[in-house]
């Protein structure tokens, strides 16, 4: 999976959401280690307790994802270097925290891939009562995610997609990746993107029939670039 999201970009992958009438699960995350992520989640809600990870991890099968879900709290750390040294052991191939890190130096040395929303000394302060549903989902900014969801992270954040539609996801967001790339290579060319996708044309429609939108004049010149 992550070989081939490797020629990909979460943003490719948001596009392709689009054209396959896909929710667009999307969150802003920064890298802590690793420029990328790829794998199936695997949910943790958090409550002031590295206990919850270590109950999942009993379940993890290698290559998924830790997604940990701390509410976006900003005031407290939900993981460090032990948890992550830990994941590691257990075949997780990297960290997505709905909250803060700390040990950044020493997460950094164990390289596992983490991203989160920032870092900060302080640790939980809490232990809160642990909810029936802390290891079958985790919500992410306003996404709920579960096993059945695969979790791709890169340098522009956090995509969550349906296990069972990436496939077709991966093979539209190539296509769109190609598609892209051809354009761009035209522009440096002498070619502009107005050109190519003949928005003189469109700009005339449009004074023709106001309804007209650009993603329908696209669609008619199969220069699609937004779906």
């Known amino acids: 999976m992550l070989e081939r999201f490797a020629e990909l970009t979460t943003a490719h992958v948001a596009d392709a959401c689009v054209r396959a009438g896909v929710p667009v699960r999307t969150v802003s995350l920064t890298a802590v280690v690793g420029?990328?992520?790829?794998?199936?989640?695997?949910?943790?809600q958090h409550v002031g307790s590295v206990d919850v990870f270590l109950e999942a991890f009993?379940?993890?099968?290698?290559?998924?994802?830790?997604?940990?879900?701390?509410?976006?709290?900003?005031?407290?750390?939900?993981?460090?270097?032990?948890?992550?040294?830990?994941?590691?052991?257990?075949g997780i191939v990297g960290i997505v925290i709905w909250g803060l890190h700390r040990d950044t130096v020493d997460i950094t040395a164990i390289?596992?891939?983490?991203?989160?929303?920032?870092?900060?000394?302080?640790?939980?302060?809490?232990?809160?009562?642990?909810p029936d549903d802390a290891l079958p989902k985790a919500t992410i900014g306003e996404w709920t995610v579960t096993r059945e969801d695969v979790v791709l992270a890169d340098e522009d954040g956090a995509i969550f997609v349906?296990?069972?539609?990436?496939?077709?996801?991966?093979?539209?967001?190539?296509?769109?990746?190609?598609?892209?790339?051809?354009?761009?290579?035209?522009?440096?060319?002498?070619?502009?993107?107005?050109?190519?996708?003949?928005?003189?044309?469109?700009?005339?429609?449009?004074?023709?029939?106001?309804?007209?939108?650009?993603?329908?004049?696209?669609?008619?010149?199969?220069?699609?670039?937004?779906?």
């Open 58 to 90: 009993e379940s993890a099968a290698e290559g998924d994802v830790l997604v940990v879900d701390n509410g976006g709290r900003r005031d407290e750390a939900c993981v460090g270097d032990m948890v992550a040294l830990e994941a590691a052991a257990a």
């Open 111 to 130: 390289g596992l891939p983490v991203f989160s929303l920032g870092a900060l000394p302080t640790g939980p302060l809490r232990l809160d009562p642990l």
């Open 162 to 227: 349906p296990a069972d539609r990436l496939e077709e996801l991966f093979g539209l967001a190539e296509s769109i990746r190609d598609t892209e790339h051809r354009q761009a290579d035209e522009i440096r060319g002498g070619r502009s993107l107005r050109e190519q996708v003949r928005f003189p044309e469109y700009l005339a429609k449009r004074v023709a029939d106001p309804t007209l939108t650009f993603r329908q004049h696209l669609r008619a010149v199969r220069g699609a670039i937004e779906e």
């Open 35 to 44: 420029e990328r992520i790829a794998g199936r989640v695997l949910p943790a």
